[in-house]
């Protein structure tokens, strides 16, 4: 793992959910080792009075898929580890999780502050939905606590960042907004997907809620979607309730599929942070290129904060190049091994230019206006080697000199 220096004000060095769980004591039905995949729909009973016990909650169980399923439970109890929760709740996409975290805790007149720079469709969501709910919805310009002191006094409901965010990687002090939201009488959900529990677990910095785009590093394959809440019993208890009625559930396969990508998340997400480590400094140092965004270079405005909270800096970076969006556009053509491709945090390293990735319906001017850099290039490090990545981005720079 790279090497973050401890923060001399904290006894603790920051610490990321790796925690063992003891594999005596936990065996399922059958004695299968891993979670089976409850393929069902429904679930029986033997009579009218095994019935009538299960509702009187005198028997454990369950009853329909869509109020839970035991391979999700699985890979909830897993999750809620890794993020130090009480408990967790897993939805059909991270959208899913995102939109039904606001749903749960936002209606009319409620004010809604997002911190700058965030997932492209969670802005969307709250701009074009929420607002026709009469949400008012706040959106600052960047991911710092600075902005809040100038945000004026009426009520807040809910402060919601991203940590880092996409695709600049800003790491906001995340105590001094807990303690800004706490000082309003808001909530503080933080989206964590680019950081994974593995390097920063949000809850114990006095977030509220921490939602994740489940797609991403925890399935961690680029082969399912799933979305994930963790947070206090009470909470994650009326979200399924709600969940019930809204109906974005994850299947029992995907799940299967969540819990087992989670199992290797820690050796995933470390490795994928020393090669972007070495890859940033290496592309730090290139005459193609203007500046890159990594937390983990001393040049990022949240260098010192990213080391105080988190235990390595993440497999995501972007730069930018001196050329342009043309000279993105010939860089991305040029590289052989990351694939190009929407989306982030798998075994395969992907590169993009992100505004003609993520932002191609409204063009680059469109992504400016965003905040998006025309030429942008955003870079998810995967498992092969650093010197393959390396010589590879070296033989792209080449194309561009
Ligand atoms: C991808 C992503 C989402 C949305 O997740 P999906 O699983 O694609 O619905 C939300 N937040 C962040 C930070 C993301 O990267």
């Not at 390097?199 to 977030?207: I, K, Q, T, V």
């Not at 191609?360 to 010197?387: N, T």
Request: glycine share 10%.
């Amino acid at each position: 793992m790279s090497e973050p220096s401890k923060d001399p004000e904290t006894t603790e060095p920051p610490t990321g959910g790796n925690k063992i769980e003891p594999g005596r004591g936990r065996r399922n039905a059958e004695n299968s080792l891993p979670t089976p995949i409850f393929q069902t729909a429904t679930f029986t009973f033997d009579s009218a009075a095994d019935l009538a016990a299960f509702h009187g909650g005198e028997s454990k169980g369950y009853f329909y898929s869509r109020y839970g399923n035991p391979t999700l439970a699985a890979a909830e109890s897993r999750l809620s580890g890794l993020e130090g929760a009480d408990a967790s709740l897993l939805y059909a996409s991270g959208m899913a999780a995102v939109s039904s975290v606001f749903w749960a805790l936002l209606g009319p007149g409620a004010r809604l502050i997002l911190l700058g720079e965030t997932y492209r469709h969670t802005r969307d969501f709250a701009e074009s939905l929420l607002s026709r709910y009469k949400v008012d919805v706040e959106i600052l310009p960047e991911n710092t606590i600075r902005v809040l002191e100038k945000v004026s006094e009426s009520p807040v409901r809910v402060l919601f960042t991203e940590i880092p965010s996409n695709p600049t990687m800003r790491v906001p002090e995340l105590g001094r907004l807990a303690e800004w939201a706490r000082g309003r009488g808001a909530k503080l959900v933080v989206d964590s997907t680019i950081a994974s529990p593995v390097l920063l677990r949000p809850l114990e910095h006095g977030a509220d809620l921490v939602v994740h785009s489940a797609t991403k590093f925890l399935g961690g394959h680029n082969d399912l979607l799933a979305g994930a809440v963790s947070g206090s019993q009470p909470f994650i208890d009326a979200l399924l309730e709600q969940q019930a009625l809204l109906g974005a559930v994850i299947s029992p396969h995907t799940a299967f599929l969540l819990d087992r990508g989670m199992k290797t998340l820690g050796v995933r997400v470390e490795r994928q942070s020393e090669t972007a480590l070495r890859l940033a400094e290496f592309l730090n140092g290139q005459k193609q290129i203007k500046c890159v965004h990594y937390p983990g270079l001393e040049s990022h405005p949240d260098h010192e904060t990213a080391r105080k909270l988190m235990a390595a800096f993440g497999g995501l970076f972007s730069f930018e190049l001196n050329g342009g969006p043309e000279a993105a556009d010939r860089l991305i053509d040029s590289l052989r091994i990351p694939v190009l491709a929407a989306g982030f945090g798998g075994t395969e390293s992907q590169a993009e230019h992100h505004s003609r990735m993520a932002y191609a319906d409204i063009g680059l001017e469109g992504a400016l206006a965003r905040g998006v850099v025309p030429g942008l290039i955003r870079y998810s490090v995967g498992l092969e080697d650093f010197e393959a990545l390396r010589d590879d981005l070296a033989e792209g720079l080449k194309a561009i000199a």
